[in-house]
């Protein structure tokens, strides 16, 4: 087999980096090179690792010249595979760690790539901003990975996607040249936004070395919840509520089936019932606002409201930061409490918010059929549309029997999805593993032009090659 990176192509990255720019060392290379939930492995010839937008212009530049492929790497969170090398060049944005700026009166934070969501939050609450991106992996994902793959979260509701969230762009293209467009601006309606296009590609129109971010006010009420309904249907009939309630201040409206609970309370230490009976499902609802006490207010209104009416089972507003951080914590847990059950089926879809309760009805009832005894686990950010249906093995069932149906199950789902007008992938992208499903929904019209851009700025294919179309 021949080498994707040819030997004296390894030996030029090596030396425009010096000796703390790259390694090869197995070991410092091993947690790059498997995905979070152990589902990917890959392998590289090399992980570099530039400090600055010269030095990756510099690789990059090398890689062009000699077609040699790369794939760039975060914080290795991403849940489809387009962060594992398989035998190209790795290029990891660890090093590129600065927080340029952080300006108040533009409302503005510039970070460099390799900066943590986590990190940008407590840049911007110390000039008494808000950074509103939430996820839960926001301890290693970073900003660079956000952008490229267009994150979503929890407070999607209010403040939109990170398309919404970014000013501007520094990034390093295809060709090796720097595309320097960190922008601050509210407007600019100057034709094609090359921003736009960068958000979302997963990687494969280039290398993304810093973005400029929209901060918020902090807010002074802020008020968290946990409910319970019978039906996802319920669930949705609330969410109205809440928005007309609230006047547009609802950040979080999370839903959790109740085997989800039950994995939290089984495998998180600490973890406790969150309201005193146990209901088919639930909801995190957090509404928050500029006006003491109004979030508190608005929230015992429409809990009141929705229990008197019998829409809701129970409900527990939190009277502590502590509570309302026990009730986070169930939420956050959903994924890693899964993942003692063995082989899961996970799919991220959205469908207009109406269509929800019709998907999980439909989806669940499929997945039964289609493999008895399956233990379906649907949660996740129902403001937005959009939920994990995950589809776990039957208990104590063979593991790898369940793994070797995944893309015949996700067939399944998906032709459901597309049935009610949603997307088969609402917030994690496509990477390596959903491209090709990806296709069979998107007509040849838009294919052909998406594949046009990308020729057009990297006629070698060489960013994230086996990624997108
Ligand atoms: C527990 C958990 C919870 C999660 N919750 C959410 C959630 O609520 N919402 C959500 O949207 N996602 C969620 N994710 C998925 C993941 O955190 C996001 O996709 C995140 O944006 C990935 O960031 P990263 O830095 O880890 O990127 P990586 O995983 O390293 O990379 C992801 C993709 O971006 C590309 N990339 C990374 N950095 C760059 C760069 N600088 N330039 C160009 N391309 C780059 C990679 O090539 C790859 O294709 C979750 C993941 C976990 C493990």
Not at 100 to 117: K, N, Q, S
Not at 326 to 336: K, L, N, Y
Request: glycine letters at 10%.
């Amino acid at each position: 087999m021949t080498a994707l990176v040819p030997a004296d192509v390894i030996s030029r990255l090596k030396s425009v980096l010096g000796p703390d720019g790259w390694s090869q060392d197995p070991d410092r290379l091993a947690p790059k090179l498997v995905e979070w939930r152990d589902r990917w492995a890959g392998h590289t010839p090399l992980l570099l690792l530039p400090r600055s937008t010269a030095e990756v212009s510099a690789v990059v530049g090398i890689c062009a010249e000699a077609r040699t492929p790369i794939v760039p790497q975060g914080g290795n969170t991403g849940l489809v595979a387009g962060q594992i090398p398989q035998g190209e060049v790795l290029l990891s944005l660890e090093k590129m760690r600065a927080i340029r700026d952080v300006e108040p009166f533009d409302d503005v934070i510039v970070a460099e790539a390799g900066v943590t969501l986590a990190a940008v939050h407590e840049a911007a609450e110390g000039v008494g901003r808000r950074f509103p991106l939430s996820v839960a992996s926001e301890g290693s994902a970073t900003i660079g990975g956000l952008v490229s793959t267009n994150a979503g979260g929890t407070a999607v509701l209010r403040y939109g996607t990170m398309r919404d969230l970014v000013l501007g762009v520094e990034a390093v293209l295809p060709n090796g040249e720097v595309f320097h467009g960190l922008k601050r601006l509210r407007k600019d309606n100057t034709g094609y936004d090359l921003k736009q296009l960068l958000i979302g590609a997963e990687g494969t129109l280039g290398v993304v070395t810093a973005a400029s971010l929209k901060l918020f006010p902090l807010l002074a009420s802020r008020a968290t919840a946990f409910a319970a309904v019978d039906e996802p249907a319920d669930a949705i009939t609330l969410l109205k509520r809440a928005k007309e309630e609230s006047g547009g201040a609802v950040e979080t409206f999370e839903l959790i089936a109740r085997i989800g609970i039950d994995f939290v309370l089984e495998h998180v230490p600490g973890a406790r019932e969150p309201l005193e009976g146990t209901y088919p499902w639930y909801l995190l609802i957090e509404i928050a606002s500029g006006e003491t006490g109004a979030a508190e207010a608005a929230m015992e209104r429409l809990l009141g409201k929705a229990l008197e009416d019998g829409l809701i089972r129970d409900a527990a507003i939190a009277q502590s930061k502590a509570q309302a951080q026990a009730f986070w914590s169930i939420r956050e847990h959903q994924s890693a409490a899964q993942k003692p059950q063995g082989s899961v089926w996970k799919h991220d879809i959205s469908t207009p918010i109406s269509g929800i309760s019709r998907f999980l009805i439909e989806a669940t009832a499929a997945m039964e059929r289609f493999s008895p005894d399956c233990r379906v686990l649907a949660f996740g950010h129902l403001g937005d549309g959009n939920i994990h249906f995950d589809v776990l093995q039957p208990k104590g069932g063979d593991g790898a029997a369940h793994t070797a149906r995944r893309d015949d199950a996700a067939r399944i789902i998906d032709d459901i999805v597309a049935e009610l007008g949603g997307s088969i992938s609402a917030e994690h992208g496509l990477g390596a593993m959903k491209t090709l499903e990806a296709e069979r929904f998107k007509s040849p019209v838009e294919l052909d032009a998406l594949r046009a851009i990308r020729a057009a700025l990297d006629p070698d294919r060489i960013m994230n090659p086996r990624v997108l179309f």
